[in-house]
């Protein structure tokens, strides 16, 4: 099974391999016997059925190469790659019927897009405890309900390139500490871009800005943000990335209880009510594992 897999990995679709076992009862001699046949060439590789995606953004996904075996493996794993894309229902690659003593085979990557604009919407109900002030001062506990709702728009294969543009938004209502109404409402608005292999690199490049009002137990809080990331692959077990994040946050409503206070005074230096963040960070991950989905053995390591 081994030999007629590296066989066909390599180009031999109708290579046949017998072991036949001779010798006498104790002391045995296999006979492996192999006919290759014909070692089938990628003469020449046609894309169908993409009509907003570029053909070359295709092409680039795929290990298979014009003048290369069209072995097996090579075409399992094109297939996953185009696929991994997320721009398409389906994917398959074949070669059509070759000639009587015909060696290049012309190959048929189809695809079928999916859709290129996704919406996404719902709602529901949202329960739990908050605190508040007493007319005395003080700071008692009392439970809620409060409708949320949210709604997403995704853009795929944004200008027939590996690339999405997606707009999110949530909105919570949220009652009054008086039990008169609802007041304070919580909300996310946020705008991610995406890129996958700009330039045809191997690096991705993704952009988040966000803004968005909550509620915790004793506080509430307005936080805007910037996130810029970078991921490079090396090579396919080692990438590398860098984050940039702008991030503003300012607190609302503060309702922490007097004993705790002195600790979140000393452990924020009063410097959170309304603070600037500016933080870049830096991360490799080093994969020798033999699976990604189930490994038996290897390693993972990140820095």
Do not use: C
Request: proline share 4%; glycine share 8%; no cysteine.
């Amino acid at each position: 099974d081994r030999l007629r897999s590296l066989y066909a990995d390599d180009g031999f679709p109708s290579a046949v391999v017998k072991v036949t076992p001779g010798g006498t009862t104790t002391d045995k001699t296999l006979t492996v016997d192999i006919t290759e046949g014909v070692q089938v060439i990628v003469g020449d590789i046609r894309i169908v059925g993409n009509h907003k995606t570029h053909e070359d953004e295709i092409r680039h996904a795929l290990t298979l190469k014009e003048g290369q075996p069209f072995g097996d493996a090579a075409r399992h794993e094109s297939e996953l790659r185009v696929e991994r894309m997320g721009l398409f229902k389906s994917v398959s690659i074949t070669a059509e019927p070759l000639a009587t003593g015909e060696t290049r085979a012309h190959i048929v990557v189809a695809v079928q897009e999916a859709p290129l604009t996704v919406i996404g919407y719902g709602g529901g109900l949202e329960a739990g405890q908050r605190t508040r002030k007493t007319a005395s001062g003080g700071i008692e506990t009392f439970s809620y309900g409060a409708p949320r709702g949210f709604f997403e728009v995704t853009r795929q294969d944004f200008g027939g390139v590996n690339r999405s543009i997606d707009m999110f938004s949530r909105i919570s209502l949220s009652p009054s500490p008086d039990g008169n109404g609802y007041g304070f409402t919580e909300y996310r608005v946020a705008g991610t871009y995406k890129d996958r292999l700009i330039f045809h690199s191997n690096t991705d490049l993704s952009s988040i800005v966000s803004s968005e009002q909550a509620i915790r137990t004793d506080f509430s809080f307005i936080r805007k943000a910037v996130n810029l990331v970078f991921d490079h692959r090396i090579s396919p077990r080692l990438r590398v990335s860098g984050r940039y994040t702008l991030d503003f946050t300012k607190l609302l409503d503060e309702n922490i209880p007097v004993a705790d206070q002195p600790l979140i005074d000393v452990l924020l230096n009063r410097e959170f009510p309304q603070v600037r963040l500016s933080i870049v960070s830096a991360s490799v991950l080093w994969d020798r594992r033999n699976d990604a989905v189930s490994p038996s053995s290897g390693s993972l390591l990140s820095a």
